[in-house]
């Protein structure tokens, strides 16, 4: 990021004004007048430590905190070592400064286990079956069942073309200095709107947004004004001492700090090309991997925004959002030669090939909202977790579900036992007994004993029906997949032809009924009637390229009823959005345990970039 313009004394107003679009909101930048800057120096990024130190000394010059002046010095002292140290000091002092202590552990564990995991033999954990390839290409053949483009930093750009998304997008990001982004990236950011005030939203969803470091963003001179807007509201809230702001802020600082941390990891992993294998258990405890991937989730920050005491259920959350997410990605992490992938550790502990990671997740996404249900109130965890479940098969970065029809057609037409294994177990409705959300550690800890399959039992489930919906055949920027006639035929029925979901007991009719549940499922049995042998191969692969550009719609509606929605009602549309890719077929079993069986090829040596963020 090219800082040098970037004045020590200009005031954060002043940055904002000569950075960000000409449509910005006057009143957001009065209020920063007089900010200064102390994100972005002329000797480039400080860190967000530091940023947090500055903070706290103007609170106690203006003699508006107890925090003794030692701290803060000892702070700078261990920031010297690393900026993570340095949150691991102020901890000492965190519940003064309205900021989770359990937090900063996570963080401190997830620095501590990226700097020594141990990288694992991937033929032990890869068990590969004759007839099933994927070639990851820049240039993929949109018709070939083994060929797969790479992630996208952007998800796609048909989003540009629709006037419901950019409206959103306007109001919010694009009218504080981000350059254009996809609802893959603004639909999390969001997240924290659910449970801000609304006089915070607008500061909340700007500093959240730091986590984007996950994506590169800030390497990107189009999102500067963004950065530079969210860290001077950092400077505004940063020194009062004890306010769900100073909390929220610093969690901002602290996400930035991670992923500043691990990107450099990460990028040296994918040059080494080793695999993304990892020893499971035996190298790192099941406590220990929660704590790492609630540290690593980059959407920590509204989790600060709420009461102390509710971080510990908040965990849950951010962890089977993870969780959930690695099951679509696997694919896509062992071509970055990714440690941290949740699938990867259940292989090592010997139970993936049970989809035991997918029965997990189900029944954490089941119990977080069993959890809203109950007394109607909605904590950042639940939000995260079951929002993040809705968000991971539609966000077009992932490529769901060409790979779902791709995948699903080559397993049908395997003789192998393990694709038989595969394909019966994505239809059978699974959790796991003995589960307790409110023991996300000691409950993955027994999903990842070897026998844990034996925990596996049926979901009690109720059955629903969606409504119809023909809006998937006129998308803005979008046409429909060009099919031969037959195939045409097959498309269109399976667009109008409603089925049935399972999902658990209680949904209301306006949840069920709801837009975005339509899109969801209209998109799901396309791809499924795509997955059938009626389909030829070409059409097949050209229904699933649709759908994946088509899904950002769901996304999109989503995205529209959360400003709308009272917070659990929204996390339950979310949920029966997430319902729809698990029944009839669980969509995320049959990805990762593709993943984990398929002979992986690339078509160029940076057919993934120097991480995992090629805009494509």
């Known amino acids: 990021m090219n800082t040098t313009s970037c004045k020590k004394n200009v005031s954060a107003a002043t940055i904002i004004k000569n950075n960000i679009h000409t449509d910005v909101r006057l009143p957001l930048i009065e209020t920063l007048i007089g900010a200064e800057m102390n994100f972005f120096r002329q000797k480039g990024n400080t860190s967000g430590i530091e940023s947090a130190c500055i903070a706290l000394e103007l609170a106690l010059a203006n003699e508006a905190s107890t925090v003794n002046k030692n701290v803060i010095d000892r702070v700078r002292r261990d920031s010297e070592r690393s900026s993570i140290a340095g949150w691991d000091a102020l901890s000492s002092v965190a519940p003064i400064i309205h900021l989770p202590p359990r937090m900063i552990k996570d963080v401190v564990v997830c620095q501590d286990v990226y700097e020594r995991i141990r990288q694992g033999v991937e033929n032990d954990v890869i068990r590969r079956v004759n007839g099933l390839e994927m070639l990851i290409t820049r240039d993929p053949s949109p018709d070939s069942l083994h060929e797969i483009g790479p992630k996208t930093s ?248 060409q790979r779902l029809v791709k995948y699903t057609r080559l397993l049908s037409r395997s003789s192998s036992p393990e694709a038989t294994r595969l394909l019966a177990a994505s239809r059978r409705d699974v959790v796991l007994s003995g589960f307790d959300v409110n023991d996300i550690s000691g409950s993955w800890a027994r999903a990842m004993t070897v026998g844990a399959e034996d925990l596996l039992r049926d979901r009690i489930t109720s059955s629903y029906k969606p409504s119809a919906t023909t809006e998937l055949l006129d998308i803005p920027g979008m046409v429909p997949p060009e099919l031969c006639s037959p195939c045409t035929m097959l498309f269109k029925k399976a667009i109008t032809n409603v089925d049935n979901f399972s999902a658990i007991d209680g949904l209301s009719d306006d949840v069920v009924s ?58 339950k549309e979310c949920y029966a959005v997430w319902a729809v890719t698990v029944s009839p077929v669980s969509i995320m079993t049959i990805l990762s345990g593709f993943d984990l069986m398929c002979e992986l090829k690339l078509g160029e040596d940076d057919a993934m970039g120097i991480r995992d963020v090629i805009d494509f």
């Not at 837009?515 to 791809?527: E, F, H, S």
């Not at 649709?546 to 899904?551: I, L, R």
């Not at 989503?558 to 929605?565: P, S, V």
């Open 154 to 401: 952007t998800g796609g750009r048909v989003w540009m073309h629709n006037s419901e998304y950019m409206d959103i997008y306007r109001r919010g990001w694009g009218n504080i200095g981000f350059g254009p982004m996809g609802p893959l990236i603004t639909y999390g950011i969001l997240f924290g709107s659910v449970i801000a005030s609304p006089k915070d939203v607008v500061d909340v969803d700007s500093v959240n947004l730091l986590g984007s470091v996950d994506y590169d963003l800030d390497r990107d001179e189009g999102h500067h004004g963004g950065f530079l807007y969210a860290m001077a509201v950092a400077d505004k809230y940063g020194k009062e001492i004890g306010t769900k702001m100073q909390g929220t802020i610093f969690a901002a600082l602290i996400n930035y700090d991670i992923q500043v941390f691990v990107r450099p990891i990460q990028e040296r992993w994918v040059e080494g090309n080793g695999g993304a294998s990892n020893l499971g258990p035996a190298d790192v405890s099941p406590e220990d991997w929660v704590a790492l991937t609630v540290g690593d989730c980059a959407i920590l920050c509204p989790a600060a925004y709420q009461d102390n005491s509710l971080y510990e259920s908040t965990r849950a959350g951010l962890f089977v959002g993870t969780v959930v997410s690695n099951s679509h990605d696997f694919l896509f992490d062992r071509a970055c030669s990714n440690r941290m992938s949740a699938v990867m550790y259940a292989s090592a502990a010997g139970v993936a090939q049970y989809s035991v990671h997918c029965a997990f997740s189900t029944s954490t996404i089941d119990a977080l909202v069993q959890r809203v249900g109950r007394d109607g109130t909605v904590i950042y965890g639940d939000v995260a977790g079951v929002a993040t479940a809705a968000w991971a098969p539609f966000n077009t970065r992932y490529r769901s579900w």
């Open 514 to 571: 709801s837009r975005a549940v339509a899109l969801a499922a209209g998109i799901r049995r396309v791809c499924l009637a795509a997955c059938d042998r009626e389909f030829c191969d070409v059409c097949a692969c050209r229904v699933g390229f649709w759908a994946d550009y088509a899904s950002y719609m769901v996304l999109t509606s989503l995205m529209t009823t959360a400003y709308k929605l009272p917070p659990a009602e929204w996390v």
